[in-house]
């Protein structure tokens, strides 16, 4: 079954995420799991993505960056 262009656009912007939140565990020096709990809690969400079994909506990718930000910042 073909992907609909929102279903491809979102399957994008996940896969861009997930690059991102593979840095930030790395820096930060930090487990999946406790990301995802963390973050929204969900301690499958980084194991999800990088399966490629989670497209995540909106919402959720804003709840990700606003928690790598604020943690980023954090002394």
């Not at 690059?19 to 790395?26: G, N, P, T």
């Not at 194991?47 to 990700?64: N, S």
């Amino acid at each position: 079954m073909a992907q609909t262009k929102h279903q491809q656009q979102a399957q994008k912007r996940t896969q861009t995420l997930l690059d991102k939140v593979e840095i930030f565990l790395d820096k930060h020096d930090m487990e999946a799991t406790t990301f995802g709990v963390l973050a929204v809690r969900d301690g499958k969400l980084v194991h999800d993505m990088r399966k490629g079994d989670r497209v995540l909506r909106r919402k959720t990718l804003a709840k990700i960056r606003a928690f790598m930000l604020v943690h980023a910042l954090a002394p």
